[in-house]
């Protein structure tokens, strides 16, 4: 599932630097933001069941702050929806 999730995450960069670029319209960065929004809850629930399988205590550190980054993406995505839904 991790690999599906950032190869996602990758093809979604990139068709938001193309849409960015090319079809700037408030239409597919509204597309982009739900889209972006979901890929980030589907990121926390898997960072939140990698936590749970890991034992070590040197990695949890590192996956909370996946978790914290997944928490703050999913925030940015839901403010770029609201400011697209206002125009």
Partial sequence: MGKFLYSTLIALIVVNVLS???FHNSGSQLALSSITGVLFCEFILYDIQ?????K???TIPML???VYLDIL???LSVLNLNAF???
């Fill in 85 to 87: 839904s206002r125009k």
């Fill in 73 to 75: 993406n999913l925030f």
């Fill in 20 to 22: 960015w670029l090319f």
């Fill in 56 to 58: 070590h205590a040197e």
């Fill in 64 to 66: 909370v702050v996946n």
């Fill in 50 to 54: 990698r936590a749970y399988r890991k």
